[in-house]
């Protein structure tokens, strides 16, 4: 029975969060709280030849200065560093030594009994450096590029497909052909939650700790490693996240010297970066990307060439999939792809929103559009006629894919049929108008994950799962499936996440939360269903004492027979039978594999764009919007709908603003505030529309969702690039699309 | 050290402050209000935003010793009596939030545009807003939720 699933409801955690209630990681509080305030280093390679601490030392108050000189024991194997989304390498450790390998690295953590005392104690610090040279810039280190090494994240990231065809011969042969460098400057996640990390210490030394993280579970691992404690004595919790779109799925760094000083000082302590320190920890790699694609002069695509070089840092391989998506959409016979990586001095690339997927696509949906006017073929007819529906990157069959209807409906609330195809052709005064398209991918994953479910005896269901909510609405959706599978008012039933003593979830990212930590959450409240069942059967006189498994219903706090609604015993009943006690159970929820394995899985979109383009100023506003998804089932439009608003947002943030800017002299990105760093305001955003077509998937998971973190972003850029090509003519391949770009 | 007596919520506090304490962490740190959150240092995002005397004020752009004898609302005390402020009920409603991050600075700030315009344009929301950055919402459900506020407290006084 679905009560509560596909219907638009509101969160469950509004309240706490419209009236300040939700904590995040900096607002636990503990006795005696200490304050971390953390020294970053100036220059971007080198080694420290001294650091003077002595000054802040002295100041009444300050605790302790904790360097690479004084820091206690840590463990010394590499492996104990990896976290769960550690790229190939030697991960990154604070105050290892006196080598610094990117600019704004922690050198020193002051910790102190106030936050201002520690800020100004830290200010206090001397350093002297022996300076080494640096390398920053992947456009002049691309003589570098090699193969990334191979690790446990090549599962998940695997390289591209071997050639098939022969590329060279069948392009050189096509009557259409385009070919272009697309390239996007690297940009920072910038949640509007700073990192931080509340460390408890308890009596016994045991810590609990608040972590702002993607995955309580990580942390608590990393921490149990990296510190030789016992998972016992370590427990993390991280109940609301202010964001995070990536930047939480590795632990950073305030994590380990909080949890460093704690140790070291036997106190709580609070560790909480500056905006500026949010720039000094994994990014979206800068990526440079070759494409060159032959037609024949029907528009059919039949060779596809598509390289990339990303950056990395010189300790850890950071990849992502980017060519590969070519294939995947348009189904040439002759194709060659390639990756590559450029370690340079910076710290490792972090997966950032649709990691991969918004750069690939991006690159492949600009090229697609430059073939369009090539041909002079409209650019929404020349992706049905490459539409396929088997993913050629994998040769196999999406288990669905309703794109198709997608660029139906999207095209129709747009108004594409309208459109002029010549550039330039569309004004409103001085501004020229562009309209721009896009195809958007990203892969529909499912992870094993765990959940528990306990009927109380008041007759109350709490479920957990150590997931995390990081403003997707992860506790929404878990409530609604919860409810709907054993039949329960949404009131009776609280999920809790984000805390490491609970069953065993992965970290929340590449939008599998919704298939994985669902999916056992509806095992698991099948499975106590099933043992609430029994209980009802053993009570005397029980309506349902003949009947099967197959034969019951929940619904409406009962379970009954489907034939004969009458025949019911409430679900109180049903735990009173329990002998006083809570009815529980645990389960695992894995993918079912063997059934999964001949499918792509994915979700689609396609996106029309209008902008604006000042011809005397450049400035350009997207002033309307239409992203048709398919994503499978949605669970809640509500929430759906707020995941790819935000998404397209992105979008639009990705091709007209955001990016960090290196300066590759001193080798530090120089706009490290929100002040320098655009993203788009209120101010910014005009129309946005949002369409789910419907798509019944029976092969993705057992509840059929496609998960919709990602799938916002990814086709907004090229469509945004395609239309300011419409409105001004001009082919802007180098994201973001500033101004300067266009006068 | 100075001594402050500042209204926070209704409610006098008299308190020992550093000289260097912003407003935004007094409020934290010293009363518990964590509400009130900080989400930059160039007071760019207007994650900190209360009201001080009656206007929205970014509490990290001031210090803590330069609001003393004022009046200062946070986010817990937008409505008085464990009741929700239209506002609260209305970003609930339009769902105007995702990770919630932002949304108390957003409430302040739209409360404050309310007061001085109650039947604002979308776009005078959207320049309105301009100081409250979200990195989550799209901003859309945001907007509407101000509308929705506005539409069901019409006529109303503040
Ligand atoms: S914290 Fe005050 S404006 Fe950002
Ligand atoms: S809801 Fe996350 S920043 Fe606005």
């Known amino acids: 029975m679905s009560n509560y699933i596909g219907k638009p409801l509101s969160r469950v955690d509004g309240v706490a969060k419209v009236t300040g209630k939700a904590k995040y990681a900096a607002e636990f509080d503990a006795p005696d709280l200490t304050y971390g305030y953390v020294v970053s280093s100036t220059i971007t390679k080198g080694r420290i030849t001294h650091i003077e601490t002595s000054e802040a030392l002295s100041l009444p108050g300050v605790l302790s200065v904790i360097t690479h000189e004084n820091r206690p024991k840590i463990a010394w194997l590499d492996m104990s560093y990896k976290d769960q989304d550690a790229p190939p390498g030697s991960p990154f450790r604070p105050l290892r030594d006196n080598k610094i390998s990117y600019s704004g690295q922690p050198i020193a953590l002051v910790v102190a009994e106030t936050f201002e005392l520690a800020r100004y104690a830290a200010s206090l610090i001397r350093v002297d450096y022996r300076e080494a040279p640096h390398e920053t810039n992947l456009d002049t280190n691309l003589h570098r590029a090699r193969k990334p090494k191979s690790g ?18 069948v392009y050189a042969a096509s009557p259409a052909k385009v070919e272009g460098r697309y390239s996007h400057s690297p940009e920072h996640h910038n949640p509007m939650e700073m990192f931080a990390s509340t460390v408890v210490y308890e009596k016994d030394g045991k810590l609990t700790i608040y972590d702002k993280t993607q995955g309580a579970q990580n942390s608590q691992l990393y ?6 404690m016992s998972f016992s004595d370590v427990r993390v919790i991280s109940p609301f996240v202010g964001g995070a779109f990536g930047s939480g799925l590795r632990p950073q760094y305030q994590l380990f010297l909080a949890v460093m000083a704690a140790r070291e000082l036997k106190r709580s ?21 070759n494409i060159a694609l032959g037609a024949d002069s029907n528009g059919k695509i039949n060779a596809i060439y598509h390289d990339a070089v990303g950056e990395t840092s010189q300790f850890e391989d950071y990849t992502e999939i980017v060519p ?3 294939p995947m959409i348009y189904p040439a016979e002759n194709v060659t792809l390639d990756y590559k990586i450029v370690p340079l001095d910076v710290f490792t690339p972090l997966d950032m929103r649709a990691p991969g997927g918004v750069t690939g696509v991006p690159a492949i949906e600009t090229a697609i559009d430059e073939m369009a006017y090539e041909l002079g073929i409209d650019p929404l007819e020349l992706r049905l006629i490459n539409y396929s529906d088997r993913n050629m990157a994998e040769d196999k069959p999406f288990s669905s894919k309703e794109l198709r209807e997608c660029f139906r409906q999207g095209a129709e609330r747009f108004g594409w049929a309208k459109r002029n195809p010549k550039p330039g052709s569309m004004r409103d005064g001085h501004n020229l108008i562009g309209w721009g398209m896009s195809t958007g991918m990203w892969e529909a994953n499912q992870m094993p994950a765990r959940a528990e479910a306990v009927l109380t005896v008041n007759g109350k269901l709490r479920v957990t799962s150590a997931t995390a909510d990081i403003g997707t609405g992860t506790y929404t959706i878990m409530t609604q499936i919860a409810a709907d599978t054993l039949g329960m008012p949404m009131e009776d039933v609280l999920f809790k996440l984000g805390d490491s003593d609970m069953p065993l979830a992965p970290i929340e990212g590449g939008s599998w939360t919704a298939a994985t930590v669902g999916s056992a959450v509806k095992v698991v409240c099948e499975e106590l269903g099933r043992k609430l069942f029994k209980l009802a059967q053993k009570i005397p006189g ?3 004492a003949k009947a099967k498994w197959d034969d019951v219903e929940f619904v409406d706090k009962h379970i009954r027979l489907k034939q004969n609604p009458a025949a019911a015993v409430s679900l109180q009943q049903a735990v009173d039978q329990n002998g006083g006690a809570a009815v529980w159970q645990k389960s695992t929820s894995l993918p079912a594999m063997m059934k999964q394995k001949n499918y792509s899985r994915a979700a689609h979109s396609a996106v029309f764009v209008e902008v604006m383009v000042d011809e005397d100023l450049g400035t350009i506003r997207v002033t309307r919007a239409v992203s ?14 707020s995941q790819i608003i935000g998404g397209m947002v992105w979008g639009i943030s990705k091709a007209l603003e955001e990016e960090s800017v290196m300066d590759h002299t001193i080798g530090r990105f120089m706009n490290h505030s929100l002040a320098e760093y655009h993203v788009p305001v209120n101010a910014d955003i005009h129309d946005l529309d949002v369409i789910f077509v419907e798509e019944h998937d029976d092969i993705v998971n057992p509840l059929g969702v496609k998960g919709l973190g990602e799938i916002g972003i990814v086709g907004m850029p090229a469509a945004i690039a395609n239309a300011v090509f419409h409105a001004t003519g001009k082919r802007i391949r180098e994201l973001p699309i500033t101004l300067d770009k266009i006068l | 050290m100075s001594t402050i007596t500042v209204t926070v919520n209704g409610k006098s506090y008299t308190k020992e402050v550093e000289g260097r304490t912003l407003l935004v962490h007094f409020l934290r740190d010293t009363l518990g209000l964590t509400g009130t959150h900080v989400g930059c ?10 009201h001080l005397d009656g206007r929205a004020v970014k509490s990290c752009s001031m210090l803590a010793a ?12 937008l409505a008085p009596g464990g009741e929700l402020h239209p506002l609260q009920v209305a970003f609930n409603d339009e769902h105007g939030l995702q990770c919630g991050f932002c949304t108390p600075g957003m409430i302040m700030t739209a409360a404050d545009l309310l007061s001085q315009n109650p039947n604002p344009t979308e776009r005078e929301i959207r320049e309105g807003l301009e100081g409250n950055i979200c990195r989550c919402t799209g901003y859309h459900n945001i907007v509407r939720a101000i509308q929705l506020a506005a539409e069901r407290t019409a006529g109303v006084p503040a």
């Open chain 1, 324 to 326: 590969t998506w070519s």
């Open chain 1, 223 to 228: 921490v149990t490693q990296a510190f030789n």
């Open chain 1, 542 to 544: 029980s309506p349902l």
């Open chain 1, 152 to 169: 446990l994240a090549s599962l998940l990231k695997p390289p591209p497909p071997k050639p098939r065809g022969n590329f060279d011969e």
């Open chain 2, 66 to 77: 330069q609001a003393d004898g004022s009046i200062l609302t946070t986010i817990e005390g």
């Open chain 2, 41 to 50: 240092d160039t007071s760019s995002c207007g994650a900190c935003t209360i």
């Open chain 1, 628 to 641: 048709a998804i398919a994503g499978g089932k949605i669970l809640n439009p509500k929430t759906a709908r």
């Open chain 1, 269 to 289: 302590v609070r560790v909480t970066l500056t905006r500026q320190q949010m720039f000094t920890f994994g990014h979206r790699p800068a990526t440079i990307q």
